[in-house]
């Protein structure tokens, strides 16, 4: 069980993440998204022990990362797979760290195997490995101490068509085996194929979370006008949520009657105005990290 409670970072008078709260539940993978800078390095770092919080936890089975005995045996963690030594080899890397962590030496073979690196892989130099390879390298090492509960920050990165499918049948059985994964990744296809639950942050904020199910399902109205801009004020001062939808649009977060209603109060003229179907990630990803009349992201608060 991974419990982020309150959580806010700030660096001087900078806030980079305030006030974040969720949960990632055993049997489960958690999607963890946002643009660039919005806070999700942060939060991880914070998690992992990388980041002291200004205010607020972040603990793993109720425990901040300091505080697990032999936290390697119960955390996978990867954050950066550049992180490696280029001078030794793959088995060398895991063998380092399996003497670290306790672990017996046989078992660097068997998550080399896993992850795809046996035989001549595992005996190459990781300065001459792909990105590919290295985030191979970097799941084994997140796997080597057999652990409840992996964290993983771009773990696809680098990863082929058949890398990509490879690690999600990876973290999928993880999961299924009671396994907690929270994943934060920018490949939102792939989220969607392979999380439960969904938690998006942005400007330092979480701006939604729920199940999968819950998000991609949620239903609003389309509408559309001559200028934007004026249709999204008079939605808002009607007090209805707005954001950014396909192409020039905006999603109204009320039914169309409510929505014209608003519209005809203020004189803003719509060329459209009807149902909205359930959304896609990539378009609810879109809509809730946009600045509402403009379709752009908000502005980052820090990486």
Known sequence: MITVDHLTKRYGARTVVSDVSFTCTPGSVTGFLGPNG???STTLRALVG???????TATIAGRAHRDLPNAGRQVGVLLDAGAQHAGRTGRETLTLTAMVLGVDTERVDEVLGQVGLAGRPAGTRVGSY????????GLAGALLGDPE????DEPANGLDPEGIWWM???LRGFADRGGTVLLSSHQLRE???VADQLVVISGGRIVAQGSKTELLGRRGTVVRGPDRAVLARALQTAGIAVSAGDDDALV???DPLAVGQAAAAAGAVLTEL???GGEGLEELFRALTASPGTGTQQPAVAA
Do not use: F, I, N, Y
Not at 50 to 56: A, D, H, I, M, R
Not at 130 to 137: E, F, I, K, P
């Open 274 to 276: 009807g149902q909205a």
């Open 191 to 193: 989220v969607e194929a």
């Open 38 to 40: 919005a806070g999700k």
């Open 130 to 137: 792909s990105l590919g390879m290295r985030q191979r390298l």
């Open 50 to 56: 990388l980041t002291v919080p200004t205010s607020g």
């Open 252 to 254: 109204a977060d009320a």
């Open 149 to 152: 509960v992996l964290v993983l």
């Open 168 to 170: 999600r049948g990876l």
